[in-house]
T-cell receptor, first 113, second 111 residues
């Protein structure tokens, strides 16, 4: 069974540029999460989807971050414009339901110069 | 959200058992105890979870104190591949299903 797929794995951009991350969850998983992990810290939830609906986006910085999950499958997380402090690993995870085991992708390491 | 406290780091020798402690003195009756681990340059990986009774699976065992204010993740025979950051997380109530990661315990395994 294929795991959670994320792309790109690495991204280097200059500040003020836009960037987008893509996630393909495990087939059949209706719950999808985006986390941000700063160096030396545990992951922090940014947004959680139940199918197409964002049910928890309280930690998403909405002035520059946006996310979408079209057709309740793939998801895209966007930052525009990026700031130096956005340098981090962005992790996507999925689960069958919100209460079940979460499966994480390998993450996208973003470096903002 | 109920909080957990873990040691910053622990060390073990290969093929020896490892006991990773977690304190959660403010745990509520409906909180589940989850353990995830994160290997270098990878996303976190589910290890085990439990509510009241001790749990065993192919990866580890979870021992939960009778008052549920603490728990211990047990790796029966550590291997070099077990070197990772181990996170103890509570979920329940309004945060059911929501993983709030702390700093975790960095486990070093010596050959």
């Amino acid at each position: 069974e294929a795991g959670v797929v994320q792309s790109p794995r690495y991204k280097i951009i200059e500040k003020k540029q836009p960037v987008a991350f893509w996630c393909n969850p495990i087939s059949g998983h209706n719950t999808l999460y985006w986390y941000r992990q700063n160096l030396g810290q545990g992951p922090e939830l940014l947004i959680r989807y139940e199918n197409e609906e964002a049910v928890d986006d309280s930690q998403l910085p909405k002035d520059r971050f946006s996310a979408e999950r079209l057709k309740g499958v793939d998801s895209t997380l966007k930052i525009q414009p990026a700031e130096l402090g956005d340098s981090a690993v962005y992790l996507c995870a999925s689960s069958l339901q919100e209460v079940n085991e979460q499966f994480f992708g390998p993450g996208t390491r973003l470096t903002v110069l | 959200d109920a909080k957990t406290t873990q040691p910053n780091s622990m060390e073990s020798n290969e093929e020896e058992p490892v006991h990773l402690p977690c304190n959660h003195s403010t745990i509520s009756g409906t909180d589940y105890i989850h353990w995830y681990r994160q290997l270098p340059s990878q996303g976190p990986e589910y290890v085990i979870h439990g509510l009241t009774s001790n749990v065993n699976n192919r990866m580890a065992s979870l021992a939960i104190a009778e008052d549920r204010k603490s728990s211990t993740l047990i790796l029966h025979r550590a291997t070099l591949r077990d070197a990772a950051v181990y996170y103890c997380i509570l979920t329940g109530g309004t945060s059911y299903g929501k993983l709030t990661f702390g700093q975790g315990t960095i486990l070093t395994v010596h050959p």
